[in-house]
């Protein structure tokens, strides 16, 4: 069976999931990236090796997205790397081909996308303040003695929320430790960040966008079911959340490697070769290699670009970071020359 893999690489939390040729996902995995993540792509990759049949299963393709999608594609071979906007339009309209509005909340970013059409045409992004994101959450759980995944159930008993201020998260922990102290219940304390967290991101991520329904909301903030029902107060519509939401950028790229993946030929391949195809990703490989990243400044031309270098066992396979040709470090010299006459 034909399959496609896709890693979502994010700052606190990174996802994968294969796909089977009917763009159904038949493994999946969600696991904390711990500021490394080479070694949680390595995780990931072994986890989804571990729910299929490798004899069964041949994985044509591999896509990345994320905040370290250059770094983790380079290691796997990625047939595609793209931004988690159009990951999370490609998987969110695939699903619902009718939504209109993506509204989505991670560990310590978040995004909305307005879609017609089946095609994004505009999106707000905050990655300047991690107030009402899911480690934002995270952090006021533990302050409140709660596991955080009991944050929605335990909000949601609440018949009067808190109002706390979460515009800037020094000033809701001082808001919070102030609720405490004068004795609110810990329900209302918890529904009330659940409101804020809402409040707060439609008045900052979604300021100025038009959020029109079928809206869907994804996400690790998506499953606190507190934070779901403070949207649907504060937008007076439904929001639908999917099982898998907290999925959908590696399920987006994972599609998108499937369109861009090889296909086995029947005529045969330029050298009249039947058969021919793209070679399967091994599971294995990524256990096999060492890999390391090391900043270079390039000191060809006054831009001094700081260029990104990805080694694998001591050899360049990737790099990034420059702004002009001069910079640039050729593919087709890597078995040809000592990495570090390949540095700029």
Request: with cysteine; charged share 20%; hydrophobic share 45%.
């Amino acid at each position: 069976m034909d399959c496609y893999l896709g890693i979502d690489i994010g700052s606190i939390s990174t996802k994968g999931v294969i796909i089977d040729d009917r763009r159904r996902i038949v493994a999946r995995t969600y696991l904390w990236t711990e500021g490394n993540p080479a070694d949680a792509a390595r995780r990931v990759v072994a986890d989804l090796g571990s729910q299929v049949d490798r004899n069964a299963v041949r994985v044509g393709a591999v896509g990345t997205t994320g905040s370290a999608r250059r770094l983790v594609g380079a290691m796997c071979g990625a047939t595609v790397v793209k931004n988690e906007i159009t990951a999370h339009a490609v998987g969110t309209t695939f699903l619902h081909p009718d939504v209109r509005t993506i509204l989505e909340i991670g560990g310590q970013d978040s995004k909305i996308i307005c879609v017609e059409n089946g095609i994004a045409v505009d999106y707000a992004m905050n990655t300047l303040c991690a107030a009402g994101t899911g480690a934002f959450l995270s952090s006021q759980a533990h302050r409140l003695g709660v596991e955080v995944e009991e944050f929605g159930s335990i909000a949601l008993t609440s018949k009067k929320p808190a109002n706390i201020a979460a515009r800037c998260t020094v000033f809701a922990e001082s808001d919070l430790v102030h609720k405490i102290q004068v004795g609110y219940a810990r329900e209302d304390i918890i529904a009330g960040l659940c409101r804020a967290v809402a409040t707060n991101y439609l008045n900052n991520v979604g300021k100025g966008k038009q959020i029109v329904a079928p809206v869907v909301f994804q996400g690790g903030v998506s499953k606190n079911a507190g934070v779901v029902r403070a949207f649907e107060d504060e937008l007076g519509m439904d929001v639908i959340v999917d099982a898998d939401g907290h999925l959908m950028g590696a399920f987006g790229v994972a599609l998108l490697a499937a369109e861009a993946a090889p296909r086995i030929t029947s005529a045969g391949d330029a050298s009249g070769n039947a058969g021919a195809q793209a070679e399967a990703f091994d599971f294995d490989a990524l256990r096999s290699f060492e890999f390391a990243t090391r900043e270079v400044e390039c000191q060809k031309c006054a831009n001094r670009c700081e260029i990104i270098c990805v080694f694998r066992n001591g050899v360049i396979i990737d790099s990034w970071g420059n702004r002009c040709e001069q910079g640039a470090v050729k593919t087709e010299t890597y078995a040809k020359a000592p990495s570090s006459s390949l540095l700029p």
